[in-house]
């Protein structure tokens, strides 16, 4: 990967809305490293990643089949900020290992978005060029998160209490994109911000 890369922080509260904007960047062209999915990636069955999780929390995180029950290690994690930090160290170093990985095998004129939930919450903003927010009111994600995910109002409301405040994620935005309406809403949007993005990408390898 070649410094003219734009490098462009993705990020918004769980139910903002941010994983749409990142596959609306992925179909316009942009190179999406999504921390969650490599979250995911890294403690597989026969990972060593979950062994250590395993090593950590007990073998009654596991499914039946060996494979991580992600619902009972969040509800172990969400309601103890102690636990949520010790998951992240065992992850996270997992995660940046594999994100270095896709970053280097990016093309040299590529604009690569980089989907990370936590940005704010592990001060990350200066690792890019430009950081983008979805942002969306904090009743209207506890509603999404209710009405999409299943999830009980408790469970939602502590999912949003363990991430940073609405507040300080747009404090570290250069550009928002508000995501409080219908998904049809959204892909003029991204079309804006793809546009602004493409010209700073012409500005920065120029």
Do not use: C
């Not at 490098?7 to 941010?18: A, E, M, N, Q």
């Amino acid at each position: 990967m070649l410094p003219n890369v734009l490098k462009v922080g993705l990020t918004g509260g769980i139910g903002s809305g941010k994983s749409e904007v990142s596959r609306r960047l992925s179909a316009r062209g942009a190179v999406v490293i999504d921390a969650d999915k490599i979250a995911r990636e890294v403690v597989e069955p026969g990972t060593p990643g979950l062994s250590a999780v395993v090593a950590e929390f007990g073998p009654e995180i596991l499914r039946e089949d060996g494979s991580l029950n992600r619902e009972k290690l969040g509800s172990i994690v969400f309601a103890d900020q102690s636990r949520l930090k010790a998951l992240n160290a065992i992850v996270h170093p997992l995660v940046g290992t594999r994100a270095a990985e896709l970053q280097q095998a990016a093309p040299a004129d590529a604009i690569v978005v980089y989907d990370v939930p936590l940005l704010v919450e592990n001060n990350l903003a200066s690792m890019y060029d430009l950081v983008v927010v979805v942002d969306a009111a904090d009743e209207t994600r506890v509603e999404r998160l209710m009405k999409h995910r299943n999830m009980p109002e408790p469970d939602a409301r502590a999912r949003l209490a363990a991430q940073a405040p609405r507040e300080t994620r747009l404090a570290a935005a250069d550009l928002v994109i508000d995501n409080e309406g219908p998904l049809e809403d959204l892909d003029p949007k991204v079309d804006t911000l793809w546009t602004t993005l493409v010209t700073r990408r012409s500005a920065t390898s120029s």
